[in-house]
């Protein structure tokens, strides 16, 4: 079982940076998949961002591509979500989800291809 807890969100004004953290316990960090969605209200859960294990490929949604950035420190158990020049449609609960892989260069978009999930952070986007 793996427990993830993210933090970092708050409101910030259009144009603004944020730094998402997500610390993971239980399992082994360094063999999961780790990803980032987003559920603004009244919208279905999408997927942002993925990096894979290795860290070697990480993969966008397309909307994010070029503000936002992944990355991963296995020594610290930890992904990160770099959040720049963020929009007030940028504005959702994000979510840290980890998924068991074969292969550590696995990158994965799809929300049913992740195991555990932590509970959320919200990003409000000030216009």
């Known amino acids: 079982q793996v427990q993830l807890v993210e933090s970092g969100g708050g409101l910030v004004q259009t144009g603004g940076s944020l730094r998402l953290s997500c610390a993971a316990a239980?399992?082994?960090?360094?063999?999961?998949?780790m990803g980032w969605f987003r559920q603004a209200r009244g919208k279905e859960r999408e997927f942002v961002a993925t990096?894979?294990?290795?860290?070697?490929?990480?993969d966008y949604a397309d909307s994010v591509k070029g503000r936002f950035t992944i990355s991963r420190d296995n020594a610290r158990n930890t992904v990160y979500l770099q959040i720049d020049s963020l929009k007030p449609e940028d504005t959702a609960v994000y979510y840290c989800?980890?998924?068991?892989?074969?292969?550590?260069?696995?990158?994965?978009?799809?929300?049913?291809?992740?195991?555990?999930w932590g509970q959320g952070t919200q990003v409000t986007v000030s216009s």
């Open positions: 989800t980890a998924a068991r892989t074969l292969h550590t260069d696995t990158v994965l978009r799809g929300k049913n291809a992740y195991d555990y």
């Open positions: 239980g399992g082994i960090f360094s063999t999961y998949a």
């Open positions: 990096i894979s294990a290795s860290s070697r490929n990480a």
